[in-house]
């Protein structure tokens, strides 16, 4: 059966996800950051990091359980470094913090060609691809990791879960060229803990070299499902150790304690990483053709695309359809599932709750 | 059978390659490069990259097929981003132009904490983890990407070979941490080309999703199969995808006109990027337990080889292991057939022979 979906109006939603963020002690800035970065997840289609798993990770990694620290200032670590700055965000919520270290990064890669934002004492930033997205959107080469809230994946031969599951996203800015920008953004375990538990719901088998047992041995069974495993191997797992060693640079602390319980001394907050690319700082002006250089993008992609490729996917392509989805609808789209969610959550926070009845539905 | 080694010295290889290159009309200083990056990547158990692959690469694609230009100069071009170069490098000998710019790289990263150099018109560099090597050896940390000679590689869910198999090479400075540089450094195929003809010499099958047929089929018979697959799926395909969208802003053009016969106003050349970020730029000095720097990435690291995953493989540490044999032996480490083989180019280029009665064996 097709899914339905009502449209709700991004000024009702954001009014809602801003007032349950000032409702658990966050400034009405910080609110409506995270109320405008979780809408800008649902235009794109990512029902997964929606507001409703946005308030979700902050009852239980954020404010909820001292991971995260409403009205935190940031700190900018004062460094000699001309194209870089070094933050302590000191658990300031994330999408405020990601939004404006991205601005920075924008700001330092006008003038440098590149800049980084390095942040430590992070908290969650929900979803790494919707910055870059928003940076490419912008005109610019974006790249960003952080180190995930728990330690839930193996390393390749290892027996037990000492890396996050450790997300890299990079965008590119090919509107002019595609009509949309190319994003690049996964964890880099096969599945997302998410999955093994939604997969035990429904009596489904994992797909393979997925997850191992408690004791390390792999598992198609989610009943015996215990830790995540590296896409692609060692290359997965060399790609999840990046972020875990990048992270130790800036001032992350030892994975298997991140977001638990941890001894006196020691640290227990993700790091995040940004940088930002001017896409004239890389560019030899010597296209082949006389081509531009967003011609040339073109040329290039047409060319991967063509010679019976013509229906593969472009990374991204899939937020883009989603984006010219909601705008066609007028507005972000939700299933009758968490229209009720929200409905709970305005119940929670004494807002008025959303009339379903009332909604209009989107049948494309 | 073990295979049997012999000691080389470091000196009489060097003065071998060199000559050969400088007789294929390289200069001194271009010969010196090739020999002296060709030593280090045999110093550090690279044996797909030694010198006899890159003088076979320089005879099929490069010097000897219009793809390298000996003598050629560097050309800056002239921007305003601070912390941005870009060159073209006139197909310039690749070792040459990459030594050059990781040396440029690390100038600017020393100023604004981060520094790139984008190379247009470029020609093979053989082996990107050799120069992120070299500069987390001196205490960066450092990353590298090139579109690959040829288009070899099917997308995810296509048919026709419209990729490189694109390598991507991170390297950071752990040396005073756990005494070695991790280096992650791989192709974005599952297996080489060169893989894949080995294995039909020998009558073995490929491994699963590693290759398909001419149709696009998927196949383990090293005699159908025709193309490459990404490693990881959708994952391993973005990555790969990553160095053609770069390449294309940078100056390159059509990935399946690569090192081929191209139309008049057409571009064949690869490109390069760098860049090099200095670990300072990225610290927020505030790590737990009054752990400096290095401590703390010594602290993750045994974090994550910690709890069972003591056996666990550390990218770079098959490289750190080679350069100690070669220490060791004290000179670089080449089989009978691999000795054989530099005693024919000795032979094409009238230089003395290796002596392979003479040279001392290596039985570690």
């Given at each position: 059966m097709k899914e339905e979906f009502y449209i709700v109006q991004e000024s009702e939603h954001n009014s809602l996800v801003s007032k349950a963020y000032q409702k658990r002690g966050f400034t009405e800035s910080e609110s409506n950051d995270a109320a405008r970065f979780c809408s800008f997840a649902s235009t794109h289609g990512v029902r997964t990091h929606n507001a409703l798993k946005a308030i979700h990770l902050d009852e239980l990694f954020g404010s909820g359980n001292n991971g995260c620290t409403p009205g935190a200032e940031i700190e900018v670590i004062e460094k000699n470094f001309e194209a870089s700055e070094i933050w302590n965000c000191n658990k300031k919520l994330g999408q405020s913090v990601a939004y404006q270290a991205i601005e920075r990064c924008i700001e330092l890669a006008d003038k440098y060609g590149v800049g980084q934002v390095s942040v430590d004492n992070a908290f969650h930033y929900?979803?790494?691809?919707?910055?870059?997205?928003?940076?490419?959107?912008?005109?610019?080469?974006?790249?960003?990791?952080?180190?995930?809230?728990?330690?839930?994946?193996?390393?390749?031969?290892?027996?037990?879960?000492?890396?996050?599951?450790?997300?890299?996203?990079?965008?590119?800015?090919?509107?002019?060229?595609?009509?949309?920008?190319?994003?690049i953004d996964w964890a880099t375990s096969v599945v997302a803990m998410g999955r093994v538990q939604q997969l035990k719901r429904e009596g489904q088998p994992l797909p393979k070299n997925a997850a191992v047992?408690?004791?390390?041995?792999?598992?198609?069974?989610?009943?015996?499902?215990?830790?995540?495993?590296?896409?692609?191997?060692?290359?997965?797992?060399?790609?999840?150790?990046?972020?875990?060693?990048?992270?130790?640079?800036?001032?992350?602390?030892?994975?298997?304690?991140?977001?638990?319980?941890?001894?006196?001394?020691?640290?227990?907050?993700?790091?995040?990483?940004?940088?930002?690319?001017?896409?004239?700082?890389?560019?030899?002006?010597?296209?082949?053709?006389?081509?531009?250089?967003?011609?040339?993008?073109?040329?290039?992609?047409?060319?991967?695309?063509?010679?019976?490729?013509?229906?593969?996917?472009?990374?991204?392509?899939?937020?883009?359809?989603?984006?010219?989805?909601?705008?066609?609808?007028?507005?972000?789209?939700?299933?009758?599932?968490?229209?009720?969610?929200?409905?709970?959550?305005?119940?929670?926070?004494?807002?008025?709750?959303?009339?379903?009845?009332?909604?209009?539905?989107?049948?494309?």
């Open positions: 929900l979803w790494g691809g919707g910055y870059v997205l928003d940076a490419a959107n912008r005109g610019y080469i974006a790249y960003t990791n952080c180190t995930a809230g728990l330690a839930e994946v193996v390393p390749f031969m290892g027996k037990h879960p000492t890396l996050g599951t450790n997300p890299h996203s990079w965008g590119f800015p090919t509107t002019d060229s595609i009509g949309f920008p190319i994003v047992d408690e004791n390390g041995d792999p598992t198609t069974d989610p009943e015996k499902a215990a830790y995540l495993v590296p896409f692609g191997a060692h290359k997965g797992y060399g790609m999840a150790l990046i972020n875990e060693i990048l992270a130790s640079f800036i001032g992350g602390s030892l994975p298997t304690l991140r977001s638990r319980e941890i001894p006196e001394g020691e640290k227990r907050t993700p790091s995040f990483y940004f940088q930002v690319i001017h896409p004239d700082a890389v560019s030899s002006e010597a296209f082949a053709c006389g081509r531009n250089q967003q011609e040339n993008v073109r040329a290039v992609i047409e060319d991967i695309k063509g010679h019976g490729n013509e229906n593969i996917f472009l990374p991204g392509q899939d937020f883009a359809e989603a984006a010219a989805r909601t705008k066609e609808a007028g507005g972000l789209l939700f299933s009758a599932a968490e229209i009720a969610e929200f409905n709970h959550l305005a119940e929670q926070i004494s807002a008025n709750p959303w009339d379903i009845q009332a909604l209009p539905k989107f049948d494309k």
